[in-house]
């Protein structure tokens, strides 16, 4: 009987992982800049999923919402507690979803602060709306507007800078 819960718990972390890894992997990447950070980030937001069993009741959605809200809180927990910690290049294929068009696009994003590089990603990204963002991120709404045309500015001004861009 223990094999059949470990075995349902391990097509359940595969689900998990195939569905949202990616996208998860990401996050933790636009908020740490360091890959293997990341990558314990997602191991650690699977393992939230597994202790806390929530219920979705089927709405992919919710479950997507809840990773997703639970992955940007432990990236800002390991910010915090690695703040004196040398970072490595993010990588920016996963950044930019291997498009090598918009590299400079997304290294200009890397160089904003957290809370506008959060709600750039997650808006353009991940395509979520400014009301789930809300929800997800525990702002208001206007709050999140706001970030997001700040930090629509601050890439105006980085790519005007940097590559001469009008």
Request: glycine share 4%.
């Amino acid at each position: 009987m223990v094999v059949m819960a470990l075995s349902v718990k391990e097509l359940r972390i595969r689900r998990i992982l195939d569905l949202y890894g990616d996208s998860l992997y990401r996050l933790a990447c636009s908020y740490l800049k360091n890959e293997a950070d990341a990558q314990e980030v997602v191991q650690d937001t699977v393992i939230q999923l597994l202790r806390y069993d929530p219920e979705f009741a089927g709405d992919a959605k919710k479950e997507k919402g809840w990773l997703m809200k639970t992955a940007a809180n432990l990236s800002r927990n390991r910010l915090r507690s690695l703040n004196a910690h040398p970072s490595e290049e993010l990588n920016e294929a996963f950044a930019a979803a291997k498009s090598s068009d918009l590299k400079f696009v997304w290294e200009a994003v890397a160089a904003l602060p957290v809370k506008y590089r959060e709600v750039i990603h997650l808006y353009y990204q991940e395509g979520y709306s400014t009301k789930e963002l809300a929800d997800l991120l525990g702002r208001k709404e206007a709050t999140i507007r706001s970030d997001l045309y700040r930090a629509r500015e601050e890439l105006k001004t980085i790519l005007k800078e940097s590559y001469d861009f009008e």
